[in-house]
């Protein structure tokens, strides 16, 4: 067991930015960062071009060892393990690990993010690494010369379309409605790349294959009426949903499960217990704003410490 000041979870843009400040405020910060998970999701990616500061754009990887090399720069420890359990409710919160035992803290902050939305189909369950995949970055070079699918109308699902149009020798983009929501620069380069198609007004109803995926069944979704296309490869991009997993329960979420804070502060309804980047924020959910958040956290957590000291010194001095 070790005891600290604050103990962070997560290692995304928030998790890495609350261990930066926190770090130079002298908070002696650590970041549990995830035995396989460390820099979270944008270590998945590609090319970021919209984080400020990279005018000729960023690898997302890249950005993550930096924003981690800042923390550890000022003195924050990065334990990469698994937190597997979380006890926020009493003065002294307890974060269990894997491997690397129990983490004392006077304050914590929750930044988890989220993970890849699922269709909930059993063919995606029964294939998933056989064909299915949430993560063109990690597994599109598996797919050379093969037909793919992706499914999703968003920045996600747009920006996996083109990644792939490298491999694939076609990518049909399944979209439920007749409209992408992602951004006009992404759909622009979409629409004019000759290996991206799109079905749209479709919903993926089954995925086809014994060993391997093979196809799709789609639905018409203003008809109702099934075709089947083949295809070799589906990569699932709809989105994601909060990893709140582990405070569900003990600190207060909405009913998607995103932790709920007392904007604009990221104060949970637990004293000492403060909350940042894709586990709050179903809205904008970007790097930078998660690295607000995060900033954020940390003054609060900073504020919150403060506190407690001067509630201990006069304590001690009215004894
Ligand atoms: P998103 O914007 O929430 O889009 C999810 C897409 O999946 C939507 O088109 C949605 O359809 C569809 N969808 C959701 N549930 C579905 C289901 N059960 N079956 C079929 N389709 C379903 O998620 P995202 O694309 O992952 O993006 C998340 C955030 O990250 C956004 O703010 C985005 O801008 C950002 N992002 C930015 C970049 C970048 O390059 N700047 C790259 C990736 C992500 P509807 O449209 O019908 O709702």
Redesign the pocket.
């Known amino acids: 067991m070790s005891d600290h000041r604050l103990v962070i979870v997560g290692s995304g843009p928030a998790g890495y930015t609350a261990a930066i400040y926190a770090a130079r405020a002298g908070l002696d910060p650590v970041v549990i960062a995830g035995a396989v998970t460390a820099g979270g999701s944008l270590v998945n990616?590609t090319e970021?071009?919209?984080f400020p500061g990279f005018p000729d754009g960023v690898l997302g990887p890249d950005l993550m060892d930096r924003m981690r090399d800042q923390a550890e720069r000022f003195g924050a420890q990065v334990v990469y393990d698994d937190v597997v359990a979380l006890d926020l409710t009493g003065p002294s919160k307890q974060a269990v690990t894997a491997d690397s035992g129990i983490y004392t803290a006077h304050a914590v902050v929750l930044a988890t993010g989220s993970e890849y939305?699922k269709?909930?189909l059993d063919g995606e369950r029964r294939l998933a690494g056989h064909g299915v995949s949430y993560c063109a970055t990690c597994d599109g070079a598996l797919f050379r010369g093969k037909a793919l699918i992706v499914?999703?109308?968003?920045?996600?699902?747009?920006?996996e379309a083109l990644f792939l149009s490298r491999f694939g020798s076609s990518v049909t983009v399944?979209?439920?409605?007749g409209?992408?929501?992602?951004?006009a620069i992404?759909t622009e380069r979409a629409a004019t790349e000759p290996k991206i198609g799109f079905a749209w007004h479709s919903?993926?109803t089954d995925i086809l294959g014994d060993q391997s995926v093979t196809g799709v069944e789609l639905t018409d979704t203003r008809t109702g009426a099934t075709r089947s296309i083949a295809a070799a490869g589906v990569f699932v991009?709809?989105?994601?949903e909060p990893r709140s997993e582990l405070v569900v329960g003990q600190v207060a979420t909405d009913a998607e499960g995103y932790i709920l804070t007392d904007h604009p502060s990221t104060r949970t309804d637990l004293p000492g217990v403060f909350a940042a980047g894709d586990v709050v924020d179903h809205?904008?959910?970007?790097a930078i704003t998660a690295a607000a958040s995060g900033c954020r956290a940390a003054l609060d957590a900073q504020d919150y410490l403060g506190s407690l000291r001067s509630e201990a010194a006069i304590a001690a001095s009215s004894a």
Do not use: F, W
């Open positions: 990616t970021v071009e919209n939305r269709l909930g499914v999703g109308g968003g920045d996600s699902a747009v920006g399944v979209h439920r409605r409209e992408l929501r992602a951004s992404l919903a993926v991009a709809i989105g994601h809205v904008y959910r970007q």
